[in-house]
């Protein structure tokens, strides 16, 4: 099917629909409050261009009011969460539906996490400062759902309207909330699209999710726009749809086609300022699996790329430090980017369209606040005299009746298989788009790309790689010849073509059941943080340490990730005792190991098989050696007791400000030099770090 560029589509025929759609991601700042939480309104924005931005919740710009819960209100709360949690374990003991216990289970969730940050809330107002009454609704509602589950009378997930649900993390457990607008005229049985947004950075400090559990569903009320079922991302919080902040968004999703008849080639992604660099990063990263992108007013940086960084801190910047290099990844995605006119994060809808001008495509420009692509589908608003805020019906160019307008034609077409592919990546975590997958790097965190194209008949596949060790394409089952930079290869056709690059640069079909060894793969190739993305665990030592630093800093170590993770991402840094460690513990995780091999019985029992030596004296990496004394290792590494996934030693995550920027955490492994001052805490400097390679082998320079 072909799809047709803005300057056809607005020139053609085509009309708006006769009710055209009114998408939230451009909410007036007058919205029914009831239909805008305060997750919705402005945040605190960096100097126009800088990347990494820290957000606001991680304390960068204080709160104009801070409050403290009196001992009265923390004791109505632990109360009714004492019973609200009683109620949800009778309910599991009883064996009732998951699927509806999650739902009240959030509404606890929610509540048990401000209380166990500290008692120190900020806000824009007095009454946004203060989580009490919001965290007491959440209760409420609750035990209201949990009540219906047990008397068998529960509907909220039958109605139409606007309603608070919530899945179960694969990162930690926890039951994590969205919003989910159902229209009136909802049909389980036919394939609805969906819309999906992404909010800005909240008012609360920290964010802790009270704005979305509490309060009673509304049936019959705002739904999705009449044709389209729509779901409010919570994201865990106010970390920029970072981490555990975009699986988030990916649960989200799988939980909402779960639950509803989801037309999957019509999904529109869109978001609004920290909601908006969130969908920069997953539409980029994941452009398949949109028909649409809707970004308003989201920050990416200004990185062109890695010039001048060490390999670890290419391996730590490369998954969200780096985005405009993707801007090509829109070629079979529609885009339509949005901010206002006075708004310095215009300066992100401009970065990403220059950059396809490098590639070689060709903008139309319409006016000074509108352009549009003649042979890619973007379209380029700026809403004339406005800030940073939502898109209006202005009478200039009506911008928001733009942004409906394309967005309505993303949800008409639907997605469109292509054949043609233009893919960058500098990591196999994002290395798929539609029939090419990535499956291998010459060398991880160096920009890799695949320019492919085939005939109309699958038959004939012509591609371009950099960068690229192994290549899968899919659909391909009437394949008869594949050229591949050069090579021309007559292959055997099947579903799915394995192609593997030898070291002499020439490429052959290969066998996809081949065992091909320890390798970087997708959702095994590090840096650390690549960790905490999916299901994790902490494992803490029971054993005597070889020398005393390395558990203290280890136990340093775990208790700012742990408050880091519940704070900024809504989360539970689960930990247990390596003694207590089960096989599905091994099977299911990331595990994450503190201590030395003198005290962390796990890390005692892979040490051997681990490419840096830790002995009681000494730390060996490669021809290098360190004071085991005054130094610790920290790595990645797959797990020698279950390669599928990941061992960590001695850190959690690395995110900076608020999961969202500044420091953004090590490559592959480093060694720390550790000192204790007079305070008791441990400090640390790097006095090594790099990548393994791509057979997870240390480098043969370092």
Known sequence: MKRYTPAVLFSSALAFISAPLAFAANAPADAAAADQPAAFQSEALPPA????????????????????????????????LDQLNAAIKELKAAKADDDLVVDAESCGWIVENALRVPNNFGGDTAALANPFNKCLSSLNAGLRRAQEIKDGTAQWNKITGRVNRAYRSVVDGTAQPYHVSIPANYDPAKPTPLYIYLHGMSHFVPDLGWDWTGGTDRPGGAGGGGNYIRIECFGRGNNSFRWAGETDVLEAIASVRKRYNIDANRIVLAGFSMGGAGSWQIGLHQPDLFAGLEIDAGVIGNRLNLD???????????????????????????LVAYAGQNDAQLASSKSISAQLVREGFHMETISNLFSRGTDIYTVWLAAPGQGH????????????????????INFQQGRIQPDRI???TYTTRYNHDFWVTVDGLQQSFDQARVDATRDAGKTTFTVKTQNVSRL????????????IDGDTLNVKPAASILLTRSASGHWTQGDPNADAGLRKQHNL?????????????????????????????????LTRFKAMFTRDYCGDARA??????????IANNNLVLFGDPGSNKILAQIADKLPIKWTKDSIVVGDKTYSAADHVPVLIYPNPLNPKHYIVLNTGLIAGGGGGGGAQGYGDFAVLQVTKGADGRIADKVALDGLFDESWKLPAKM
């Open 422 to 424: 233009s893919f960058v």
């Open 525 to 557: 190739q590090g840096p650390v943080n690549d960790a905490f993305f999916d299901a994790f665990l902490c494992v803490t030592p029971t054993g005597k340490a070889f020398n005393s630093i390395a558990d203290e800093r280890g136990q340093q170590e």
């Open 49 to 80: 261009g800088q990347a990494n931005a820290a957000p606001r919740g991680r304390g960068a710009a204080a709160a104009a009011v801070t409050i403290q819960l009196s001992a009265d209100e923390l004791a109505q709360l632990h109360a009714k």
């Open 576 to 585: 247990k005792a390596d003694a207590d460690l089960t096989p599905a513990d």
């Open 472 to 483: 899968v394409l899919d659909e391909a089952a009437q394949a008869k010849q594949i050229t």
């Open 389 to 408: 805020s939502h898109a209006l019906h202005d009478n200039v160019q009506d911008t928001l009746g733009k942004i409906d307008y394309y967005t309505n």
């Open 308 to 334: 001048g960084l060490t390999p670890a801190q290419k391996g730590a910047t490369s998954t969200y430090g780096i985005m405009i290099p993707h801007a090509v990844n829109v070629l079979d995605v529609p």
